[in-house]
């Protein structure tokens, strides 16, 4: 069993609000909480020129750093251990969170310092008011108000991204499926 039958077993059903779960199958993205599915994110992440839609970029990555978090800890939880640990997780500085997934080996060493980088733009963003303010630094210097700085930016943004799916899924595919089927059945 996986997330296509999963989502095919519950599909029409009243379901427990016990459960809180990003689902990613194939390119769709799935997100199970109080008993309902929505849609989630697209699997794409479409940035561009401008501040909003670079935060958004970011806010859509720290989305899925925290779901994996609770993945490993809580799993499908939506009941208080779920809500504490988001609490807490909003506390944590998301360089923090990037240490914690070296630490715990999700993410290697090399991307670690990626995804570090490219969140520098992200804390620069939110203390400017345009990006014309705003540089990245991957190996050298490049401006994100310049057309090849922001491609820079943005290729290795969608890349970082790529990755960051792939390892959510892995998490996911931890998911004792039948089991959640059991929890969340009336």
Known sequence: MGVSYFLKSIKGKKTSPKVRLYLIDKDKHYFFNEGLVKEGFDSKLLVSKNRDSVLSAFSKMAFLFDEIIRLRIVKYSNQSDSKELLYLLNLVPINRKIRTF?????????????????????????????????????????????????????????????????????????????????????
Request: glycine share 2%; proline share 1%.
């Open 102 to 186: 070296l630490d715990w080996k999700v993410f290697g060493a090399e991307f670690t310092r990626d995804m570090s980088r490219l969140f520098e733009v992200r804390n620069d963003t939110v203390h400017c008011i345009s990006l014309n303010e705003v540089q990245y630094n991957p190996k050298n210097i490049v401006y994100l108000s310049s057309t090849s700085g922001f491609k820079k930016f943005t290729t290795d943004l969608q890349k970082a991204w790529k990755t960051l799916l792939n390892t959510y899924v892995k998490e996911q595919e931890k998911i004792d499926w039948e089991r959640l089927t059991k929890d969340i059945s009336y």
